[in-house]
């Protein structure tokens, strides 16, 4: 996928190379205590998203990560270096989650916290949630609209524990697949302490009918700490005019931001949910690459694909883009086993029952990015214990670009025959 170069240190402006000097200091004092980064590492997580529920599965956004362990704090107008050394660590791992676990964090400390992190300006319409105990799958956030005496902009911070090493880790590392989500550049680096951040410089709307720009530092730690901080050049993330150029923070800044030690805190303050402590099933993440290979088996001759999947997707999930001669068409598949617990929501008024019990629904619809004159056509295909089979197919090579053709390169005929393929058993 392709990423935006880093450039040289020669390049690079004062706050960028202070930037550098932090982080690295941040990663040697993390190296006092590696032990207890690899016992953090074996917890599991807590709050993994239930993803299997979406109908398609797009690109997910790329995420960033931050550290554990060296305090860090970077002055927004000045040289700056770690303002304090880290904290002595607890005698075990989990005796300083369940400290944490033990405080209070409510809306007022989030939104505080963000305005406190911010560089100096104005602040209006904060809002925010804290730590619920009574809900553990709650995501704290806050957001406020800040100006920096340049135009309002709308900047947020949202954060949550994911599995280490696990999908939704793995996804918020991963720039997203541009047949799903335009970007001008994302970036991808490594802090010395192994946790990852990825900053990506996109729109609010993939099909830019407003040209809202909406940027993002996405931050998981070794451990599970998992930030998301997002910036837009207005006041709102829609329906609001568009106030400045660009957002307020550089990526350099929109790093720092998410990287700070007090976002952790909060993730350590969320309760554990024995829900989410168990490895997901081993049917939960399939293999991407033999459903790519089977959907391209299954495509007639007659269409060439000329077009898949980057990679980055959901094991269950996966795409490639044909053309018949008369213009590129996107065809996307999931494949989902025991669904039989939303069967009802998904085959209703209009379905149909064929002769072994398997359930099928067809739909056109228009696409589901808005876009003037795309067309979705879907067939959707669940056996009766649950094995669901759905594909769609849009007269566009992507789902936010303009139509390249009338009608989808694959019938409904034939995207009803791909889906009840006894392949998919495989």
């Given amino acids: 996928m392709p990423v935006e170069q880093r450039h040289s240190d020669s390049d690079s402006d004062p706050f960028e190379r202070e930037l550098s000097a932090a982080l690295h200091h941040a990663g040697a004092d993390f190296d006092t205590d590696r032990a207890a980064l690899a016992a953090a590492g074996t917890v599991r997580g807590r709050r993994l998203r239930q993803r299997r529920r979406a109908a398609v599965l797009g690109g997910a956004a790329g995420v960033a990560l931050v550290g554990v362990g060296g305090a860090l704090a970077v002055s927004w107008d000045g040289p700056s270096s770690p303002a304090r050394p880290p904290a002595a660590a607890s005698s075990t791992p989990e005796a300083a989650s369940s400290a944490a676990a033990g405080r209070d964090v409510t809306s007022d400390d989030m939104i505080r916290t963000l305005e406190k992190l911010l560089p100096k300006g104005t602040f209006g319409k904060a809002q925010g949630r804290g730590v619920d105990k009574n809900e553990p799958l709650v995501d704290p956030y806050a957001q406020v609209v800040y100006d920096d005496g340049h135009g309002a902009a709308a900047v947020s911070v949202a954060v949550n524990r994911v599995l280490p090493g696990g999908y939704d880790a793995r996804q918020a590392t991963r720039c997203p697949d541009k047949v799903y989500i335009p970007y001008d550049s994302c970036v991808t680096s490594h802090l010395p302490d192994a946790s990852v ?14 040209d809202t720009r909406l940027w993002t530092a996405n931050l998981v730690s070794p451990d599970g700490h998992h930030v998301t901080v997002s910036e837009w050049n207005a006041a709102a993330e829609k329906d609001a005019p568009i106030s400045r150029e660009q957002p307020p923070l550089s990526a350099a800044r929109l790093k720092v931001l998410a990287a700070a030690k007090e976002w952790r805190e909060v993730v350590d303050a969320i309760p554990e949910d024995p829900r989410q402590t168990q490895e997901p099933p081993a049917n939960v993440e399939g293999d991407g690459k033999g459903i790519e290979q089977t959907l391209v088996s299954l495509i007639p001759t007659s269409v060439k694909v000329v077009g898949r999947a980057k990679g980055d997707d959901d094991g269950q999930f996966t795409y490639v883009v044909v053309d018949d001669g008369h213009g590129r068409s996107l065809v996307q ?47 959707d295909t669940m056996r009766e214990d649950g094995f669901r089979v759905v594909i769609s197919a849009f007269n566009a090579d992507t789902q936010h670009s303009s139509p390249t053709r009338t009608a989808p390169a694959l019938t409904m005929k034939q995207l009803r025959a791909i889906a009840l393929s006894p392949r998919w058993r495989s």
Wanted: hydrophobic share 40%.
């Fill in 197 to 210: 951040v990825t900053v990506m410089k996109g729109y609010e709307y993939p099909d830019r009918r407003v």
């Fill in 333 to 379: 598949i999931n494949v989902q086993p025991d669904m039989s617990d939303v069967a009802n929501q998904l085959f209703g008024a209009g379905s149909e029952t064929l002769p072994d019990g398997t359930r099928v629904a067809e739909h056109k619809a228009p696409g589901e990015k808005g876009v003037a004159g795309v067309v979705m056509w879907t067939a």
